[in-house]
C-alpha cells in the first residue's frame, strides 16, 4: 500500500484532533526513523521528549518480550514483582519516598492535584482551598491538568473547569506572592516550560516559590513529564536546582515509548492519600514496569546523565551559531538536550520543509518556536547533520 493510501485510510477512521505530516513512520533505528517507503528520517523530536533511548534498543526490547511471557497485567488489588522494581528504582532516582504509577502524564497530574487537595482536607481546610498555577503552562488535555494549564486557547471550549486555579508569572516570585493566602494548598508549575516556549525556572524563583509554600504549608508540585529522565543534565531537572518538591509527574522517557507516568510524592505529603482515594485499572502493570525498570537501569549503565551534559553543550554551542547567523531567529534558551528557538516568523514552514525535503523531524512549541527534544542517545555527528538541514529548511522557509 502506498503512504498515501495509509494516510487516506487513517482520515476515515480516526478521531481528528490532530493535523498530521503526510508521512507514515514504519520503524526506527536508533535516532533514525523509516517511513513505509524506506526512506530514513534523523529525530530530533523523540515522539515528543519520550524516546531518550532511542528506537530499537535491544536490552529494552528483550526485557519487554520476556515480561510478555510471563505476566501482561494483574489488578491492583494483587502486588507483582515488576511494579517493585521500578517503584524502588525511580524512588531512589528521585530521593522521593513514595510512587503511584499511572498510563500517562495528564493521569499523573490528575493524582498530583488530588494530593494536594487531600492534603488540604486533612488539614481541615476550608473547603474553598485554591491552587496557583503558570501562565503560558501545559499539563495535559484532560479536565484537571486543563484546570492548570495557563493557556486561554486550550481551555475556552471545555469550561467550567476545576474553580479556584490563580495562575502567576512564571519566574515573576512577586506575581506568586500576590497570589499567596491562607488558603493556598499547592503551587504547580513545570521546572522547564516546554509547550510555554522552553522557558527554565531561574533560581531565584524556584527557590521563592520553595520558601512560600512551607511558609504557608502548601505543597510544591513539580511537573517533570517532559524535562524529567535526563533531558536537562539531571535526572530530574529539579535536582539542578537543589529545589526538592512535595509532588513530582513524570512520564513520557520513563518507559522509552511504552505507556507510563508517575506521580511521586515526599515527606508531609507522601501520606496524604489513603486506600480507596485514588486508583487504576492499568497502571503498574508488569509489562510497562518491566519497561520502565529496564529503561532506569539503562540510564546508569550508559551513563545517560554525563552524556547529555556533554551533547547538551554542544547543541548549546551550534544552536548559538545559528542564532547569530540568521535575523529571523529571536532567542535561543533551554537546558541538556531540551532547548528551543524562538523566530520572528512562523515556524509552521520550517518544521514542514524539514520534514519533507530534508527528512528530519522537528516539533514546534506554539507558532514561533522550534523545540529540540532529540533522543538523548544522539552524537555530536547528529548534531552536525540537524545543523546542516535545519538551515536549508530555514533558507527554504525565508
Known sequence: MEQQQYIDCAEKVLYKTYNRFPVVFERGEGVTLYDTDGQPYLDFGAGIAVMALGYGCKELNDAVKQ?????FHISNLFYNKPVIEAGEKLLAASHMDKVFFTNSGTEAIEGALKIAKRYAYNRGMSPDYEIIAMKHSFHGRSLGALSVTGNDHYQEPFAPLIPNIRFAEFNNLDSVKALFHGNTCAVIMETIQGEGGIYPADQEFLAGVRKLCDRYDALLILDEIQCGMGRS????????????????TVAKALGNGVPIGAFLASGRAACAMV?????????????????AA????????????????????????????LTAKYNCIAAHRGKGLMQGLEFTIPVAPIVSNALLSQKMVLISAGSSIIRFVPPLIIEKKDVDDMTVRLEKAIKEAV
Not at 242 to 247: I, L, T
Not at 294 to 305: A, G, H, S
Open 67 to 71: 515480561q510478555v511471557d510471563k505476566l
Open 233 to 248: 543534565g539531571h535526572m530530574f531537572a529539579w535536582q539542578g536546582y537543589g529545589v526538592k518538591p512535595d509532588v513530582m
Open 275 to 291: 486506600p480507596g482515594d485514588h486508583g487504576t485499572t492499568y497502571g503498574g502493570n508488569p509489562l510497562v514496569c518491566a519497561a
Open 294 to 321: 529496564k529503561v532506569l537501569d539503562l540510564f546508569q549503565e550508559k551513563n545517560m546523565i554525563e552524556h547529555v551534559q556533554e551533547i547538551g553543550a554542544y547543541l548549546w554551542e551550534k544552536l548559538e551559531e
